[in-house]
């Protein structure tokens, strides 16, 4: 397996490196991304409008040759305007079923706390169970499968905010901050060739299923297990924290790792790949108490806090 792990390092570096021509200064962004659809989750991204999250999104599926859609929610979307309807055809007089963006590879949802309840909750049955039902009819969503849900966390006039329950089942949430001087430099330089240029596909989606497959098959030590369980009590016992990180935060974490040591050529997951996925995958399943809050404590810096305290093995 070990050989077979490092040919597909190679391959995933080739991937983060096509993907860099379009996207600037977002490396551990693009591979936290990678390493979610490696584990099967979903990935909630935050970041204000303009840092290139749907570009992020786009690129990431052409690399990994994969059918990317894109919604953009809104207060009057429905179910059907993501998982689709049936419509009656009076040629056949039928009634046939007409599928919506959700059956895809990669699917975009932009801004998803502005899509009303009762639609946020469908398109998470539809992340979970990776199936939709209609009229009585179960249909299955392709693999792979990834849903990348946006969020602008300054604006909240006209929204739906998410409930902890519903954001605790996205495996990981990844921040796209701005860019440096350096690299908003850089992007003024290669504007052209990020907006106009293609990338090269680097693998298919038989390709990605083969990865899913192996990260199943990386070692993870007992001693491991007992840390990344202990960071996550952690949360729970700060004294800063209302409500900790949930059992699935344990295995977010426990996926992830195993993902990124693949990235890494190895076969077995090390403290610092733990460290590596933490922020991402405990961070936005935390409560804070409201003196935190008011004082300006982030659950970032808990996870932090917790990182710095917890005994590596």
Known sequence: M?????????????????VEKKIVGKRREVELILA???????????G????AKTLLAKTISSTLGLDFKRIQSTPDMLPSDIIGVVVYNPRTSEFNFRRGPVFTNILLVDEINRAPPKTQSALLEAMQERQVTVEGVTYSLPRPFLVIATMNPIE???????????IDRFLAKV?????????????????????FEPVKPVLGPRDVLTLIELVREIAVDQNLKKYI?????????????????????AIATYLLSKAVAIMRGRDYVTPDDVKYVAHSTLSHRIILRTEARISGIRAGDVVADVLEKVEIP
Do not use: C, N, W
Request: hydrophobic letters at 40%; glycine letters at 8%; proline letters at 6%.
């Open 175 to 195: 921040e796209i901050g701005y860019p440096t001087i350096a690299e908003t430099v850089s992007i003024l330089d290669r504007y052209y060739e990020i907006m």
């Open 156 to 166: 909240t006039e006209g929204t739906f905010p998410l409930s902890e329950a519903q």
């Open 229 to 249: 369980s202990a960071v996550v009590q952690a949360t729970r016992d700060h004294p800063m924290v209302k409500l900790g990180a949930s059992p699935r935060g």
């Open 36 to 46: 979610t659809l490696m584990s099967e989750g979903h990935v909630l991204l935050e």
């Open 2 to 18: 070990e050989s077979k792990v490092k040919v597909f390092s190679e391959a995933m570096r080739k991937v983060v490196s096509e």
């Open 48 to 51: 204000v409008p303009g840092v």
